[in-house]
């Protein structure tokens, strides 16, 4: 059911402090928060929930509110939580007249809202950062001309996929949710497999390779016998479904393609990025487009696997002019998107950098191109794209575009902070001669 509309007490209650009295009207956060237009959150989010049937949901500003917050300060959803209580400017921010002494959700509420919000949910919190910034002027025609388009790696929240650790891993998953199903299990190999496990590794640090390949032998066979003991009992539903991983991890080859790296996420790629300190990173493949001056997110497409980066083109261009129009002109990316093909209005530009031979105006900008690197690295490491959190391909969506959309949410609060801090030195400055008198 939808969210009820908050409504204006006209009167507060005993012991209640209203927070237009704590907070300090020229702070940034209060600034922002009068800016973005909430009722779109309202309007677009409140079409998933059914008219009649049901609880009424939490109120959409609310969890719009915890998501920025959360991604621009790179939070867990129980610290997000925690930190709204103690935050008079945090409540204010999402819409609340009161201080608040209480949790005003649980911290799986965030979990479920963020299912139901799904893609275009999330494309709608990072475009609401983009409108904003151009109704605020801090992004400007001119700077969406020319966009820098690169793709990296969101790495998943999973352990370093080696034979031993995958063969022990789906063993335990098969014999727990086959004894949840009432299946009948002779041997388990619980200490014996945690055992082995355990010497393969120290095995594989003193370098004694044989060793510790036997080790590795006897897990999978272990596992083997323990898929073919719920086999021959019929599983249904997620322990068959459990039962396909762990068979294809049980066959699966050094050499093979489409190898399974997690039990748990299955759809995790392998991808290596040419790097000289992680030569493997295992998620999945995001592309960005930023502006070329001031590193505004104009876009953000999460990619299932590894695709070649030219062809990811296409679509990241396509959300971007579904989010800013055809403002955009031309486009920057690196010897990746050779052999591209876009067919659209954009020009694009490879960044071959033959200096003498690119006429000097587009060597200016090609020069800003590498200007994308840094906020790739903002966003992983200050909002929350590395290590991915969020289940599923959704997940990948999500976070991808909602780590964008801290980034950006970032930005709009450093505009009114610059502001903030100038007027402070400004009222500094005009005190000081009175000061001086006294």
């Known amino acids: 059911m939808r969210p009820k509309p908050r409504e204006k007490q006209k009167q507060m209650e005993m012991f209640e402090v209203e927070l237009d009295r704590l907070v300090n009207p020229a702070h940034p956060l209060v600034k922002l928060g009068a800016q973005i237009d909430w009722a779109v959150f309202d309007e677009q989010l ?37 930190q709204w209580v103690e935050n008079a400017y945090w409540q204010h921010f999402s819409g609340e007249q009161f201080f608040q002494h209480e949790a005003p959700v649980d911290a799986t509420s965030m979990t479920r809202w963020r299912a139901r919000l799904g893609k275009a949910g999330a494309e709608l919190m990072l475009q609401q950062t983009i409108q904003t910034a151009i109704k605020m002027k801090a992004l400007k025609p001119a700077q969406m001309k020319r966009v820098n388009i690169d793709t990296t790696v969101q790495t998943k929240a999973i352990r370093y996929p080696t034979d031993a650790r995958l063969y022990n891993r789906a063993r335990e998953r098969l014999v727990k949710e086959a004894r949840k199903n009432g299946k009948r299990i002779k041997q388990s190999y619980a200490r ?105 997110i104009l876009g953000a497409q999460s990619h299932d696997g590894n695709p070649y980066d030219g062809h990811t083109l296409n679509e990241q261009l396509a959300q971007v002019r579904g989010f800013v129009g055809t403002k955009v002109k031309e486009a920057h990316v690196d010897m990746g998107y050779r052999g591209h093909n876009h067919q659209g209005e954009e020009t694009v530009h490879v960044d071959k950098r033959h200096r003498g031979a690119t006429p000097r105006a587009l060597w200016k900008h090609m020069k800003h191109r590498a200007a994308v690197e840094p906020t790739i690295g903002h966003c992983k490491s200050e909002h929350r794209m590395e290590r991915n959190r969020l289940k599923g391909e959704q997940g990948d969506t999500n976070n991808a575009l909602l780590s964008a959309a801290g980034m950006n949410f970032q930005k709009l609060l450093g505009v009114f902070l610059r502001l903030y801090a100038r007027l402070v030195g400004w009222l500094a400055w005009g005190r000081t001669p009175l000061l001086m008198a006294i």
């Open 192 to 296: 014996v497999g945690k055992r082995l496990l355990m010497q393969q590794s120290r095995y594989a640090h003193a370098r004694q390779m044989k060793r510790a390949q036997g080790c590795v032998r006897k897990l999978r066979t272990n596992l083997g016998r323990v898929i073919r003991e719920i086999e021959r009992q019929n599983p249904q539903g997620k322990l068959a479904q459990l039962l396909a991983i762990a068979k294809k991890i049980h066959a699966q080859q050094p050499k093979d393609k489409n190898k399974i790296y997690s039990v748990h996420e299955p759809r995790v790629a392998c991808i290596a990025k040419g790097k000289a300190g992680k030569k493997y990173e295992f998620g999945n493949k995001v592309s960005l487009a930023v502006t070329s001056k001031h590193g505004w």
């Open 46 to 82: 409140g079409k998933t929930y059914h008219e009649t049937i049901g609880a009424p949901g939490a109120n959409t500003r609310l969890m719009v509110a915890l998501h920025y917050l959360k991604y621009q300060h790179d939070l867990s959803d129980e610290k997000v939580i925690g």
